[in-house]
């Protein structure tokens, strides 16, 4: 699994901090998801981090951040509200798909939940939808502001209290609150729905879950999580829910994928799919899953050699197995070959053995050692058949490439 950072602006040109959650190095993310924290907690809270990484796990790449104003992310929480929450989701969307792919699930934790659920109106690559406690409407929050209420309306603002932190809450947010109060745009997300809820939590009650059940259309689910807490303290309720979430979503998910880029080749063929829209690449052939992508001083997120060092490493192997298949068959005592390879770019007129007198030519070089007891004779012929790789001698011969539009 590979965990890379995640900045994106929101609307108001504000940083906001996240996570990425990547499938491991050697297989490229199915789908993309965008996991929505609890209210005032952040992207870095245990259910979030425990269900994101078992997501990862499952082939599913998720994107969870920090809101405006909380934990790494820019912004004063005093001026967000729950709209505010709706346009950073709406933000994270743009940013994922420009950078990899459109999100197709959305996965929301208590008040995040319902922000999912105002979100994905906005979002047409939405395939699922995923709430774990959440309240139907925004405006279940206010009652955490009662006490604090009247001093609200009188002097614009108050310090709560909101489990161990202390926040500046203005009335614009009790305000926006109220606007969040109705549950008719969950009859019209148009996707599938998962609801999670535990039957004991203290927080939200499970009535709150009853409510976006009744009010969303089928297709819809319930998952009771007996004996778990609002915020999933318990790591195995967090992987409960991973695991579920998981084998739902695959129904509706593994359909929506563009042809060709799950299927695996034809056996002789190497197929070439993106895992984001800048450099990391998926390689597969019948067989093998890999990955390409370039380092980070290249714009690239370094989880892979890049093209140039998949050339060396093609060459090099190659070059090991045929002296490795030579030396077994004349029965030679070589223990190991160890190469050691670097490519360059040097002028023509600085090559002394190259017929090209002008512009740039490619120059590999190849180092050889061999572990073993052998005759100087022995390494030398050795030195010699390294010259018959057979990828050694496709380089030399200037392979023709035939570039077609698959039809």
């Not at 409407?137 to 209420?149: D, G, S, Y």
């Not at 998962?194 to 009853?210: M, Y």
């Not at 790591?235 to 084998?247: F, G, M, P, S």
Request: charged share 25%; hydrophobic share 40%.
């Amino acid at each position: 699994m590979a965990r890379q950072k995640f900045e994106f602006q929101n609307r108001q040109g504000e940083t906001l901090a996240g996570l990425l959650e990547l499938p491991d190095n050697s297989q490229p993310a199915q789908h993309y998801a965008i996991f929505a924290h609890c209210f005032t907690c952040g992207k870095d809270i245990a259910a979030a981090s425990r269900i994101a990484g078992a997501l990862a796990k499952e082939g599913i790449a998720v994107l969870r951040f920090d809101f405006t104003g909380l934990g790494n992310s820019d912004g004063d929480f005093a001026n967000t509200n729950f709209s505010s929450n709706v346009d950073d989701l709406t933000s994270a969307a743009a940013a994922l798909a420009e950078r990899y792919f459109s999100p197709s699930l959305l996965i929301g934790h208590s008040l995040g939940g319902a922000a999912v659920l105002r979100a994905a109106t906005e979002l047409t690559s939405i395939k699922a939808i995923v709430t774990i406690a959440a309240p139907a409407t925004a405006q279940h929050v206010k009652h955490l502001f009662c006490e604090a209420e009247p001093e609200i309306h009188d002097k614009g603002e108050a310090e709560v209290k909101i489990g161990l932190r202390k926040f500046n809450v203005k009335q614009q947010l009790i305000n926006d609150l109220d606007q969040h109060a109705d549950t008719s745009h969950i009859s019209k997300l148009g996707v599938p729905l998962l609801v999670f809820h535990s039957p004991v939590d203290t927080i939200v009650g499970v009535s709150e879950a009853a409510k976006i059940y009744q009010s969303a259309k089928h297709p819809k689910s319930f998952v009771s999580l007996d004996k778990a807490d609002h915020l999933l303290s318990n790591k195995r309720d967090a992987q409960y829910v991973a695991t579920t979430l998981a084998a739902w979503a695959s129904r509706y998910l593994e359909t929506e994928e563009p042809e060709g880029r799950l299927s695996k080749p034809e056996s002789g063929t190497v197929r070439i799919t993106e895992m984001d829209k800048k450099f990391l690449r998926a390689m597969t052939t019948q067989s093998h899953e890999l990955v390409a992508d370039e380092p980070t001083s290249y714009g690239g997120t370094n989880l892979g050699p890049s093209p140039y060092d998949l050339l060396l490493m093609s060459l090099g192997s190659c070059t090991s197995m045929t002296i490795r298949m030579y030396a077994n068959h004349k029965g030679w005592p070589l223990d190991d070959v160890v190469i050691d390879l670097e490519h360059e770019r040097i002028h023509a007129k600085d090559c002394e053995d190259c017929e090209q007198t002008d512009g740039k030519i490619d120059r590999i070089h190849r180092s050889l050692s061999f572990v073993g007891d052998l005759s100087e004779q022995q390494v030398e012929r050795l030195m010699e058949i390294a010259d018959r790789c057979p990828v050694h001698r496709t380089l030399e011969n200037n392979p023709v490439i035939e570039t077609k539009l698959r039809q």
